[in-house]
């Protein structure tokens, strides 16, 4: 059976946060520490509680042969043996199975039961089995940016991030110029002071994110979520804005000369200046004026 074995050579904090074992807040904490300790990741996420020793050991020592090992065991061998499962567990599985009526899987089961993610059941299936879940596949490795980030790196430009989740991470002063990071959670995160021209943020989510100072110059933002994000003389000059979600969002100063708002839902109050231009496009039933918004370069 061909299986997936490239992953047998990845450090092992991208291993744990493709298996779902571990967040992406939880790696980049991680990695900071890492680099003031010298520290193992591994060890690190451990003390912190954030994993089982025996189950940081199973894949630095155990991974890769299963991975090279053509002959498959059943699912549930290999829970077992990452610490993902004990025998009361499973035993409370089999029995839970033999009580419904139509057939299911035992791993299923053990979605359903709270024992595992589906992330990491379907981690399990595509690399040991090759059963392959295009939803739950990255396209690019947040890891890497964050390991690359802590090590002084700031450009990464015209990188593929679709889809990705980096909830919560810091990434101050980062250069995405030209990257697609379409659909991609950049809730909570901090990307202050950082320069993402003409980047695709269509149908990303930056709920709560702290925007203060980015330049979003001819970034496309088609149905983005903004809304309570933090976005203080943040420069969004020709950018795309169609239906974006800038509701309970912090606008102070931010300037949208020559912007496409069409039907973004825009702040009710504005304590504050926000910078427009003749150029700018609002819904008909949008005054700027009347809502305190400023004209340039009249």
């Known amino acids: 059976m061909k299986t997936q074995s490239s992953n047998s050579n990845k450090p092992i904090g991208q291993t744990l946060i493709e298996a779902g074992l571990i967040s992406i807040n939880q790696i980049e904490i991680a ?8 520290l193992r990741i591994g060890e690190i996420l451990v003390a912190h509680g954030w994993i089982k020793q025996s189950t940081v050991n199973f894949f630095v ?9 053509t002959k498959r065991k059943p699912l549930v061998y290999y829970f077992q043996k990452a610490d993902l499962l004990d025998a009361e567990q499973i035993s409370a ?7 419904k009526q139509k057939k299911v899987r035992f791993h299923h089961l053990v979605v359903e039961q709270g024992y595992i993610q589906d ?20 396209v690019a490795n947040p890891y890497q940016v964050l390991r690359k980030y802590a090590q002084g790196i700031r450009n990464f430009s015209g990188i593929d991030l679709r889809k990705t989740p980096m909830m919560g991470v810091s990434l101050r002063g980062i250069i995405l110029n030209g990257s697609n990071l379409s659909k991609i959670d950049l809730s909570k995160a901090n990307l202050s002071h950082s320069s993402l021209i003409r980047v695709n943020l269509n149908l990303a989510n930056l709920n709560q994110a702290i925007l203060t100072q ?23 000059t020709s950018a795309i804005l169609h239906s974006v979600n800038f509701q309970e969002a912090h606008l102070a100063k931010a300037n949208f000369s020559r912007a496409d708002l069409t039907k973004a839902r825009l702040p009710l109050d504005y304590p504050y200046d926000v910078y427009y231009d003749r150029h700018t496009i609002f819904d008909y039933d949008f005054n700027p004026q009347s809502r305190g918004w400023k004209e340039v370069n009249k």
């Open 214 to 236: 980015v330049n979003l110059t001819s970034s496309f933002l088609t149905k983005a979520n903004f809304q309570e994000a933090h976005l203080e003389k943040a420069n969004l």
């Open 61 to 69: 020592e155990e991974w890769r042969s299963l991975l090279e090992d």
């Open 93 to 99: 599985i089999v029995c839970l199975q033999k009580l």
């Open 119 to 138: 992330k990491t059941v379907d981690f399990f299936l595509a690399y040991l089995f090759n059963i392959y879940d295009p939803k739950s596949i990255l």
């Open 31 to 38: 990695l900071r520490e890492q680099k003031k300790t010298g």
